[in-house]
Every structure is written in C-alpha cells, then in structure tokens.
C-alpha cells in the first residue's frame, strides 16, 4: 500500500467555490502532517502543519481522521492564485525524509 | 521571513562534467536536505544531513553525489560525472528540528540541464 494516496486530480473550480480533498496514509503511527502546495516548476511551500484533530489558518482547515486514517484539506473562496498541486505529507517514524506523492491539482478558473 | 537560498538557478553543463549545487539554508535550522524532481514526475527524496554528516540517502544517492557543509552558512550537492538523467530540479531544504516535527522549508530550486 502506498504511504499516501490522493485524488490526482485536475480538480477545476470556478473562483470563489469552497473545495476539498482527502489524503489518506497507511502509517497508522504517524503523528504529524503537512500540507505543502507546489506551484508548476517551482519549490514545495508549506501550507499547513497539522498535529492534532486539525489546523484553520484563514480560508485553509485542514482535518485529521486518525480512525480512518485520512486528512482533508478544505479551501474556502478560493482564489485564482490557489491553482497549485496540492501535496499530503504524513510523518511517522523514519522522519528524516519527507516522501512526496504526486499530490491533488487545483485549477481555480475565473 | 527567513528563506532558503540557491545558486546557481540554472545550471546548463556537459555530460561528464562535474557541479556543485548551492544553497544557504535557513539560519538557526540544524537539518538539511536535497531533493530532485525530474520534470512531470513526483518531487524525490535524494540525502538528509545533520551534524556534519549524511543522516540518510536514497537509491539515487550513489557515489556520483556527494554532499558538504564547508562553513557554518553553505550546504552544497556536487555531482562528479553528469549523466543526461540527472537533469532536473534539484531543491534544497532545511529544518530546525528533527522527528515528526520537522518542517522542511524548500529553496526555489536549481534547474540542471545536461547536454
């Protein structure tokens, strides 16, 4: 089973929507995750840290389903400038290197 | 905001050739990191670091790559004989702490094209 799984996507959305997508993880001992988002031809950047049962941090929330081992990233009013991949990263026990997937795409449309 | 830093952006070179890849890290962060991302594919782990040695590779890490920190501010990647494989995005990243905890924060990456 992969260490995480999403939706590839190309999720394409009218600006102003909310919109949500799932990651789930197989490492049930992971105890922290991020949510990165990558722009084309550009560096991963940290969006989202999540340790608990979930993080807001304004339009962003992300939620954390232990017992069924997925987090979700909602998004509301979105914006044009919100078109990225998205990247689900869980952190277990060989926490030295992160293992990206090939996350979700976001295409936001005026 | 503290960032990461890289040089060069673009680096174009003969196969064969050797370069070495730059990056500042973040100040105060103790961990570093390269990875690569071969165009249209997934971002791909290559070598960690921390207290002056490697901490960890990957399979791509062969003795082709190597990897230093030749003062308190660079942490460099030097690949000695360049194949047309390597060709990529090669990003640098750094974090403050280990474990489940750590951020990784990513420089902006220097494009490799070998010829």
């Known amino acids: 089973r992969k260490e995480v799984e999403q939706d590839p996507g190309p999720f394409n959305v009218p600006e102003g929507a909310t919109v949500a997508f799932n990651c789930t993880y197989s490492?049930?001992?992971?105890?922290?995750f991020f949510w990165y988002r990558q722009d084309c031809r550009k560096e991963p950047k940290l969006l989202m840290s999540?340790?608990?049962s979930g993080n807001e941090d304004g339009r962003f929330t992300a939620q954390l389903n232990r017992a069924s081992q997925y987090i979700s990233l909602l998004i509301r009013d979105s914006k044009l400038s919100d078109s990225a991949t998205y990247l689900c990263?869980?952190?277990?026990?060989?926490?030295?290197?992160?293992?990206f997937g090939s996350g979700t795409r976001l295409s936001i449309r005026p | 905001e503290p960032e990461v830093t890289q040089t060069p952006s673009h680096q174009v070179t003969q196969m064969g050739q050797e370069v070495i890849l730059r990056c500042v890290p973040i100040?105060?962060?103790?961990?570093f990191y390269w990875y690569r991302q071969i165009l249209g594919q997934k971002v791909e782990f290559l070598v960690s670091?921390?207290?002056?040695?490697?901490?960890?590779k990957s399979e791509i890490f062969d003795d082709q790559f190597s990897v230093e920190r030749p003062d308190g501010s660079n942490f460099t990647l030097k690949i000695r004989s360049t194949k047309l494989e390597d060709s990529a995005m090669y990003f640098c990243?750094?974090?403050?702490?280990?474990?489940?905890?750590?951020?990784?924060?990513f420089g902006p990456g220097t494009r490799l094209t070998v010829l």
């Open positions: 990243a750094s974090s403050g702490r280990g474990g489940d905890y750590n951020e990784q924060f």
């Open positions: 670091f921390y207290n002056n040695e490697i901490s960890e």
């Open positions: 490492n049930s001992a992971s105890q922290s």
């Open positions: 999540v340790y608990s």
């Open positions: 990263v869980p952190r277990g026990s060989s926490a030295s290197k992160i293992i």
């Open positions: 100040s105060n962060h103790l961990y």
